[in-house]
């Protein structure tokens, strides 16, 4: 890997990480047209630490309270009930799912996984996803002629059964094109919590399970399958470009729909789909290790 590939796919990396349209899936479908060689799974797991960092920094005081309470709460029963501690239970539990797929399903996911065809699919498919729910957040948030507004739940309300589905939705996202927030918002926004409650569940739910991977996948850049100075320099782009993205993000979902989201991800795998179908692109573009 060269060192403007680097640049580039942590630019993607940083820019498409929190956005609900896949962050593996576009640095796949990038080396795919660029004629490159696909970056595999080890690079993504590894460049994810980048933008995992972003969310650490963001969510600093959140993270150091759940993390402080939860400590307490082993030894103190009665901080047992308080919220903060709980939400370190909740996200230890909803990283299960993720852990125990990643583990069985590895050799998929660095391999048959990452057919351009099952990521045109996922694009697709969890587009519409995203869509209905979001549009039934809408519905619940302004009500209709016949319909008082419905009261959204918030991470106060956030429970074990819940947690785990959260995490289920996560997991999801080990297939490319599916999108780490895409999903766990997507199931979030369908148990009727909040577009922002399921947002920041999904981030703090996502740091246990991306600095465990990357880790897990350090051993293929000490093995020779990763070049150390291109994917550190491209972790720490993904990084810089993170943090704007999670900033910007996070006041973005409090006012406005995923629609836009829903509407590219849908139109990117039809382009897919028919640059596959026509034999301009292989579905196997880039697959060989470089």
Same mark, same amino acid.
């Given at each position: 890997m060269s060192w403007f590939e680097s640049l580039i796919l942590g630019l993607v990396q940083g820019l498409t990480e929190f956005l609900p349209?896949?962050?593996?899936?576009?640095?796949?479908?990038?080396?795919?047209?660029?004629?490159?060689? @696909?970056?595999? $799974? *080890?690079?993504t797991a590894i460049t994810q630490i980048g933008t995992e960092a972003a969310v650490l920094i963001y969510f600093r005081k959140d993270i150091a309270r759940i993390i402080s309470a939860w400590f307490r709460s082993l030894t103190n029963k009665a901080m047992r009930s308080d919220h903060d501690a709980q939400m370190g239970w909740l996200v230890i539990v909803g990283s299960i799912p993720i852990g125990v797929l990643?583990?069985?399903?590895?050799?998929?996911?660095?391999?048959?996984f990452r057919d351009l065809r099952l990521i045109a699919t996922t694009l697709i498919v969890m587009g519409v996803i995203l869509g209905?729910? @979001?549009?039934? $957040? *809408?519905?619940?948030?302004?009500?209709?002629?016949?319909?008082?507004?419905?009261?959204?739940?918030?991470?106060?309300?956030?429970?074990?059964?819940?947690?785990?589905?959260f995490g289920f939705c996560q997991a999801l996202a080990l297939v490319p094109g599916v999108?780490?927030?895409?999903?766990?918002?997507?199931?979030?926004?369908?148990?009727?919590?909040?577009?922002?409650?399921?947002?920041?569940?999904?981030?703090?739910?996502?740091?246990?399970?991306?600095?465990?991977?990357?880790?897990f996948e350090l051993k293929d850049a000490g093995e020779g399958h990763v070049s150390w100075g291109p994917t550190i320099f491209a972790t720490i782009i993904a990084f810089v470009v993170g943090y704007a993205v999670i900033a910007w993000f996070m006041k973005f979902i409090t006012t406005k729909s995923f629609m836009p989201f829903v509407i590219y991800r849908v139109l990117l795998g039809i382009v897919l789909f028919a640059l596959v179908g026509t034999d301009t692109l292989s579905p196997h573009a880039g697959e060989s290790a470089g």
């Amino acid at each position: 890997m060269s060192w403007f590939e680097s640049l580039i796919l942590g630019l993607v990396q940083g820019l498409t990480e929190f956005l609900p349209i896949s962050s593996s899936a576009h640095l796949r479908l990038t080396a795919a047209f660029a004629g490159w060689h @696909d970056p595999g $799974a *080890a690079f993504t797991a590894i460049t994810q630490i980048g933008t995992e960092a972003a969310v650490l920094i963001y969510f600093r005081k959140d993270i150091a309270r759940i993390i402080s309470a939860w400590f307490r709460s082993l030894t103190n029963k009665a901080m047992r009930s308080d919220h903060d501690a709980q939400m370190g239970w909740l996200v230890i539990v909803g990283s299960i799912p993720i852990g125990v797929l990643g583990v069985t399903f590895k050799d998929q996911i660095e391999g048959p996984f990452r057919d351009l065809r099952l990521i045109a699919t996922t694009l697709i498919v969890m587009g519409v996803i995203l869509g209905i729910a @979001d549009r039934l $957040a *809408a519905r619940d948030e302004t009500g209709g002629k016949h319909r008082a507004v419905k009261e959204r739940k918030t991470l106060k309300e956030l429970n074990v059964r819940d947690g785990l589905i959260f995490g289920f939705c996560q997991a999801l996202a080990l297939v490319p094109g599916v999108s780490r927030s895409g999903a766990t918002i997507s199931g979030g926004l369908l148990m009727g919590y909040t577009r922002e409650a399921a947002a920041r569940y999904s981030f703090l739910l996502a740091i246990p399970a991306v600095l465990a991977s990357g880790a897990f996948e350090l051993k293929d850049a000490g093995e020779g399958h990763v070049s150390w100075g291109p994917t550190i320099f491209a972790t720490i782009i993904a990084f810089v470009v993170g943090y704007a993205v999670i900033a910007w993000f996070m006041k973005f979902i409090t006012t406005k729909s995923f629609m836009p989201f829903v509407i590219y991800r849908v139109l990117l795998g039809i382009v897919l789909f028919a640059l596959v179908g026509t034999d301009t692109l292989s579905p196997h573009a880039g697959e060989s290790a470089g």
